[in-house]
């Protein structure tokens, strides 16, 4: 039996603390389940934009979307689970990544290293965040286990998710020198999410599968809408952008039967949009409340 949609939303830019808590509640009530933050500099910092998120709303989770591994230590980042799990009544929700902008890695001052490098890193956290958070030594979570996310697209990233992973979030794009995402096409992600279906053999209780689309547009004219983004993804053509899983672009109706045709093609029942998309997104999730 298909898991029930849930929907969420990557709050990116910051805000003053009154428009902050007005964005969080304009989501609850557009009808988001989740209300995440990202991990980027220049961005605002995930844990305290989440207190913030959960006192001015009473229904969405909250998560981070995601976490760059690379900037955090296991204890610390215990620490801020934790802590926030606690502060926001058991609403948190642990997303965790690689990291993929090497740029950021290096105004941090923090070390990038090889993509194997930072995949052993994130193990590593994983591993021991699960131990400690299961300690007695440091602040307890309201949660008996804080669900965890984790984003991914390559083998060891998808064997990573497989044997931890609450929820697999795929981002349905490869990572090029420089932190630049490149989508991939459906056929493409149908082999990701075979292989993942395949390391996950055995789990006690399947996973959740999440999808971060990229763009949302309702219109009656997909190809004009879909032409500033074509210069960002040269190699495709207009037709190929349009049928990308991570682009959802045509009239209310059209969008919501792909929602529903990628739920069955993929398993994807947890759809995460930018910030930018909130609104756009929102008639979409209306309708499939409906049905």
């Known amino acids: ?77 215990a620490r801020e689970v934790a802590t926030t799990d606690a502060l926001t009544g058991g609403r948190l929700e642990l997303g965790l990544g ?19 490098e930072r995949v052993d890193h994130l193990r590593r956290t994983v591993e021991e965040l699960e131990r400690l958070l299961d300690s007695k030594d440091q602040p307890q979570s309201v949660q008996k286990r804080v669900p965890l996310l984790i984003g991914a697209n390559g083998d060891r990233m998808l064997r990573l998710t497989a044997e931890h992973a609450d929820i697999a979030a795929f981002t ?8 630049a995402l490149e989508p991939i096409a459906a056929e493409e992600l149908d082999e990701r999410v075979a292989l993942y279906r395949k390391l996950a053999t055995g789990r006690a209780a399947p996973a959740e599968l999440n999808l971060l689309v990229q763009i949302v547009t309702v219109t009656d004219d997909p190809g004009a809408a879909i032409q500033p983004w074509l210069s960002h993804i040269p190699h495709l053509t207009e037709q190929q952008v349009l049928e990308l899983p991570i682009v959802l672009v045509g009239t209310l109706d059209d969008i919501v039967e792909r929602v529903w045709a990628q739920r069955e093609r993929f398993g994807f029942s947890y759809l995460t949009v930018l910030e930018p998309n909130m609104e756009a997104f929102a008639p979409v999730i209306a309708r499939l409340r409906e049905t």
């Open 1 to 77: 039996m298909a898991r029930p949609f849930r929907f969420g939303v990557n709050l990116m830019s910051l805000a003053p603390a009154d428009e902050w808590r007005a964005k969080c509640r304009r989501a609850e009530e557009l009808g988001y389940d989740v209300i995440l933050a990202p991990d980027h500099l220049g961005m605002p910092a995930p844990f305290p934009a989440l207190v913030a998120a959960a006192e001015a709303t009473e229904r969405p989770r909250l998560g981070t979307f995601v976490l760059n591994a690379g900037f955090w230590n296991p204890a610390l980042l």
């Open 98 to 116: 690689t990291g993929y902008v090497q740029a950021e890695h290096e105004r941090a001052g923090l070390p990038w290293g090889s993509p194997g």
């Open 172 to 179: 349905a794009a490869r990572t090029r020198d420089g932190g």
